[in-house]
């Protein structure tokens, strides 16, 4: 083996979730997945052609880099929007491409009417609303303005979506500002229709809206964070279990994380392990040195804390997080060898360490942790 971690893509996995996705939405209802962050850490690569193949055609990324990467590796055509940042010297490329994007500003908006009646080729743009979560959507003002170029480009310019995004409707704290933003888009999107800017898809909701708020639905959804496995928040995942008859949990999760013991220890009691003194044996132990450290994403603040999986047992972090090595207790573990596999994230044998936990752990949030993991491990598909 020759890095010194991997991680596993599990295909059948993410099948699974897709069928619940879809299910849940309904056939009228278009499925966007949402692969920004190097796919939530799953990597573009992998993720996308596994997605394709489970029967996605419609991919949102943050920017033109990953539009890019997303169709170098898609082996079919798909639609691909991005939410974020694309340049105005990229808006040419992204026309050529058809490749979808937002605009919440007028200079993108002028900007890509104008290079699409140069290129003599429609600029597919959603309109992105400012609907409450303060971070870009076109204002009112903006808005008229915006409406004026749309109608006097319509030749060179489509508008394929209206859109906005909700400022956290994984909490039951935001539901208030949840609903007002509804309402509002619902509103802008009337008067919209009124001055003849009707869009072909209208698109609000994330993962948490999709399950706790189904009118949002609308259109299409940008699910991203359930694709891989995981709930939004604990809050979501309650508000959906509750109104289920069966309580298992229908998301499975892709990803595994693992290593092999690099090396065997044996220490007598009294000794301090490691850098510093943060940990001194209490009794003689066998500790396994894992080729992992914060600089391959396993934090620092696991030191002490954290936990692995070697033969389907949980052996605890001892010591500091190295920046390429840390140290766990195998001391009761029988017959532990080199290059026995080591979990960090994931399952083996009956037991499993849940990113939930870990990022408890590290008081990190799944979609912290996993677009943390840097992109230099490499990625195998399972099934
Ligand atoms: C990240 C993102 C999503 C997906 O959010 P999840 O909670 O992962 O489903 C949807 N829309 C926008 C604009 C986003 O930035």
Redesign the pocket.
């Known amino acids: 083996m020759l890095h010194s971690s991997y991680i596993e893509i599990s295909k059948s996995a993410l099948e699974n979730n897709i069928n619940f996705l879809k299910k849940e939405i309904g056939p009228d209802v278009q499925l966007s997945s ?1 692969i ?2 190097n796919a ?1 850490g799953h990597g573009i690569e992998q993720f996308a052609p596994l997605a394709q193949a489970s029967g996605i055609d419609h991919f ?1 990324v ?1 920017s033109a880099d990953e539009a890019k990467r997303l169709l170098d590796s898609l082996p079919h055509p798909a639609s691909v929007m991005i ?2 940042y694309i340049d105005n010297d990229e808006l040419e490329w992204a026309i050529q491409q058809d490749v979808e994007f937002f605009v919440f500003d007028l200079d993108r908006l002028l900007e890509a009417a104008k290079t699409a009646q140069k290129l003599g080729k429609k600029a597919k743009v959603h309109l992105e609303l400012e609907t409450g979560m303060n971070r870009t959507g076109f204002e009112k003002g903006a808005l008229e303005q915006a409406e004026v170029t749309l109608l006097q480009y319509q030749e060179h310019v489509l508008l394929q979506g209206v ?1 906005t ?1 909700y400022a956290g ?2 909490s039951l704290q935001n539901h208030e500002r949840v609903i007002s933003q509804h309402q509002k888009f619902n509103k802008v999107l009337e008067q919209l229709r009124e001055n003849g800017l009707d869009p072909v898809q209208r698109h609000t ?4 809206a ?1 399950i706790s708020y189904p009118e949002t639905r609308m259109d299409m959804v ?5 694709q891989y496995g995981f709930w ?1 928040s604990p809050e979501t995942y309650s508000q959906y279990i509750g109104n289920q008859q069966d309580k298992t949990d229908p998301l499975r999760r892709l990803i595994n994380w693992k290593s092999r013991i690099m090396s065997l220890k044996a220490v007598t009691q009294g000794d301090f392990i490691g850098y510093g003194t943060s940990f001194q044996a209490p009794r003689d132990m066998l500790l396994a040195v894992v080729p992992v450290g914060y600089a391959w994403g396993y934090s620092r603040s696991l030191s002490n804390q954290g936990q692995v999986l070697i033969k389907g047992q949980r052996a605890a972090v001892v010591g500091i997080v190295n920046m390429n090595v840390m140290m766990v207790d195998v001391t009761s573990i029988p017959d532990v060898q080199k290059n026995d596999e080591v979990v960090l994230l994931g399952k083996q044998g009956n037991q499993s360490i849940s990113v939930a936990s870990f990022g408890e752990l590290s008081t990190q949030l799944n ?1 912290e942790l996993l677009t943390r993991l840097p992109t230099n491990i490499p990625r195998y598909v399972v099934d």
Do not use: L, Q, T
């Open positions: 949402v920004k962050g939530y949102s943050f939410m974020g859109c995004h409707a994984e909701a994330c993962s948490a999709m940008r699910i991203g964070i359930m939004p979609y």
